[in-house]
């Protein structure tokens, strides 16, 4: 047996699984394939024969035709008196060659190919072997039912723990993250408070720089009123004396 472009996979969250080409000879094809059935689980078996007799038989005519025209042009080579008929006749016969060795080769292929089968297997892994068994009658919707009910229970309970499983693999994944996030709103509330200090300073300022507009305005007020009374300035008390009673007590 000659095995052939094998591969291999396996994951933790699927099962494992292989495919393979294996060459085995023709005569021992029937006891590979029983022997395969009985170590394992065949689900799924197809054969196709292909038929190359007429190619082949046409191959090799063509082949012996190429062998005859080889020889003629041998002799031709032999009795060539110019070196352009000998030069002419070296392309024509190599040329001839050429196609005779593709055709050998095509024909050596064949040749293994009936001398051997191709079998390409793909094995998968199965948590409960289940084997395959022909059915004798139809089950009853009972059986159905009490099937299809078992069967989901044992998937909810295979997927319940694959989960556990799971969270428990990528735990540090997950803190990692978790972290990450509370890094994050950390920093967006510091920048949230910041600004908010920032905007209740600047409202302060803001208000201040009023306040002594105000101030300012309300003292030239003060002096021009003072100019239009007496022509004189006018002292203003914190009570809020107006200015024309101050000039009269002068």
Avoid at 24 to 39: M, Q, T
Wanted: net charge negative.
């Amino acid at each position: 047996m000659d095995v052939r472009n094998n591969s291999y996979n396996s994951s933790r969250n699927s099962s494992r699984g292989a495919s393979l080409t294996a060459r085995i000879p023709a005569a021992k094809l029937d006891s590979f394939v029983n022997k395969v059935g009985e170590a394992t689980n065949i689900t799924n078996r197809t054969e196709s024969v292909r038929d190359v007799t007429l190619t082949y038989v046409d191959m090799q005519s063509h082949k012996d035709m190429l062998i005859a025209e080889r020889d003629r042009l041998m002799e031709y080579l032999n009795s060539a008196d110019t070196i352009e008929d000998m030069m002419a006749i070296e392309d024509h016969l190599t040329e001839v060659r050429y196609q005779i060795d593709s055709m050998e080769s095509q024909l050596r292929t064949y040749d293994n190919m009936v001398d051997y089968s191709t079998v390409n297997i793909n094995v998968v892994e199965v948590i409960e072997y289940t084997p395959v068994v022909e059915p004798t009658e139809e089950k009853s919707t009972w059986e159905r039912i009490s099937e299809g009910f078992i069967h989901s229970v044992k998937d909810v309970a295979y997927d319940t723990k694959e989960f556990f499983i799971d969270l428990i693999i990528n735990l540090p994944y997950i803190l990692l993250f978790l972290v990450k996030v509370a890094i994050v709103l950390i920093i967006l509330r510091i920048v949230i408070f910041s600004n908010k200090r920032l905007r209740n300073w600047y409202n302060e300022k803001k208000a201040d720089r009023k306040a002594y507009r105000a101030q300012k305005k309300a003292e030239k007020a003060a002096k021009k009123a003072a100019k239009k009374g007496n022509g004189e300035p006018v002292l203003t008390t914190g009570e809020g004396a107006a200015p024309e009673d101050n000039a009269k007590e002068n």
